[in-house]
């Protein structure tokens, strides 16, 4: 069973940082790309940031750029995105999901697997 397990979410204060980590098994990691994803309350899931396999290379949506990192731990089978200098729209349920390619995509649709999600509230 393929499973993405994430955590390390929580309650953060406009500025701080946070790292939230997601666990793969198996399959699910060896080979594939891996992308986080954010769904806000009212708002459509969109795209965050994403990284390849093989050359580690990221991708990041225009709105984390400077201030998220993505980056994996292929022996752990783990990605991580740390965020920093957080803002109150940050708050959003935050996604990974793996890609069959090896190559990150930013469409939803080319992600194969999914967590079940962990919620980042940024708040005074």
């Known amino acids: 069973q393929v499973q993405l397990v994430e955590s390390g979410g929580g309650l953060v204060q406009p500025g701080g940082s946070l790292r939230v980590s997601c666990a793969a098994s198996g399959r699910t990691f060896s080979g594939s790309a891996m992308g986080w994803f954010r769904q806000a309350p009212g708002k459509e899931r969109e795209f965050v940031c994403a990284i390849n396999w093989g050359d580690g290379g990221t991708l990041y949506a225009d709105s984390v750029k400077g201030r998220f990192t993505i980056s994996r731990d292929n022996a752990k089978n783990t990605v991580y995105l740390q965020m920093n200098s957080l803002k109150p729209e940050d708050t959003a349920v935050y996604y990974c999901?793996?890609?069959?390619?090896?190559?990150?995509?930013?469409?939803?649709?080319?992600?194969?697997?999914w967590g079940q999600g962990t919620q980042v509230t940024v708040s005074s």
């Open positions: 999901a793996a890609s069959r390619s090896k190559v990150a995509p930013t469409l939803q649709s080319l992600y194969d697997y």
